[in-house]
């Protein structure tokens, strides 16, 4: 290497190398990922695991702030560098990543405040950057458009050189200002303004933030740049240290076996503890591998049982990680009484995606079905969505409560999503029995698939046939019927579709074949049909449709009159369980306040 290095310098001498291992150290640096946990006995995030955003707030939502940059609402407010110099006595200079996947204007801002007077503030809000400062006594704003990387990321170092305070944008200079002796001994205050957001809290949108105790020089802003993109588009948490970026999560359970998956950000050898109960006597090793997604399956276990479980990581250059206890119960034999959980369009927001998982784990659902749209469009080259963003709102959950999913148009490539579910198969069409009860798994992404003649419908034709289950249900993303107010045409202008004209083939196969109920998401809002059969609603013989689409994407619409197969509509985030017992049924669905918003009942 350092022949290397000699030869390079001696032909190419105008071009200068630094390495990232040059890059001036943090006096403190903070990495906001796993904020959320399960609630009592069921926590398992450690202090030495986490650093919570949290314990750095000063005041919170409750606390009424005029004085602020924005004129904004302020939802919290927090001081991170409390025992570190930002007083411009000396240079420093300061490090933000943010990551804006909403749809409403959120934002934050860095204010520097001296007594009682605010001195200068640095506000991001609603795509736009405004500074503002005290010159000649008379405050002064200015203001421009941000420039996203990646649509969501936006990284910011405040750099400050002892005269000079300047911002760098994507590492670019964006805002330059020389200070005079006024500002020394001022304290920096962090602000969020949330509001527009439900749920939002201030670490969904910070995710680091750090100090140095020097100015960086151009070199090393560019050298920070490379590593924070490289870091992103490899979609993990930390750049350097050894950790999970993915699970353990419970992918696929049976009677007699249980399917687990996890990710590391390198290499390495894992050892799975796991048994009946504490101290756990079973385990199995795994070899470190050139595949840092893995997935392993847990044979001969016994039905409708509870077994705890533990994973012990170990990368080729002897770091280790452990979780904590976790636990899942294999499926119940027919017969049993199940409740299964129901949530769809996750997409972008961890924060809607963690208040779903806070109420159903209530519940307790024996696993889960996800409609489609696990992300808001993960595909190969943003790989971040999946675990910067999906896996940081449900990880908590699926970690004990297994779950089967079928693609969204947000996950159509398959690309991570094959490889995080590799139950579903090549294709992402699958069927699975639990109890009394078969779930037919479609991928709606290829519609001419599903239309008469085509694979999935010759498969679902057949697979229907084959089964003797009670209870049979569809599950799809695309909506076969809808009362949204402009996906199938603009409702306020003309009459729509009322669905998916390309699924009318598959409408005839299910209600042919007497499924009970047809699981679909796409459309962010709640719907229920009537039982229907031959575009008619027949409540003795009828397939009903739930559009449950409200765990996390941008709420939309229904259309302005009521369609005439409608029984329920709600626009709002919102989640299902479905409960089965022998010959019942019932289907309750309820709001991220854990109202119940609708209810129905099956007997055969």
Sequence with gaps: MLTFLFLFSFLFPNISIQSSDSISKPAKEFWFWNQYDLPRNAATKSSDETVYLKDFKKFGSGFSDSSNS??????????????????FSKPFTLEFLLLTHVNNPVGISWEFWKEDDLELAISVFDKKVTTGMIEKGIWQNSEFNSKSWKKYWNHYLLNFDGKNITLFEQGEMVWQKELDKTLEGSQLVLKSFLEKEPYMEAHDLIKKAAIFNQDLTE????????????QISAGKLYSDKFHLMVGPYLNDIGENSAQLVWETDRASKAILTYGEKLPLEMSKNFDSGNDLIRTITLENLNPGTTYFYRLDLESESGEKLSTQVLSFQTAKQRGNPFLFGIISDTESRPQVNNQVAQRLWEERPDFLIHLGDLTDGGWKDSK????????????VLTSRIPIATVPGNGDGDLHWYKQYHPQSGEKGFYRFDYGDASFFMLNSNPRKDLQKGGEQYVWLENEMAKSGAKWKFVVLHHAPYSADEDDYGNTWKEPGNQGDSQLKDLISLVEANEVDMVFFGHLHTYMRSHPLKGDKVDSEKGTIYVQAGGSGGNLEDNAPARTWFTAKNYRGHHYCTVQVVGDFLELRTYNLEGGLIDSFQIKK
Excluded: D, R
């Design 70 to 87: 924005l004129n904004q609402p302020v939802s919290s407010i927090f001081q991170l560098f409390e025992n570190f110099s930002v007083g």
């Design 384 to 395: 971040f969505e999946w675990t910067m963003e999906y896996f940081q709102g449900t990880g």
């Design 219 to 230: 070199q090393e802003i560019a050298s920070i740049i490379s590593k924070v993109e490289k």
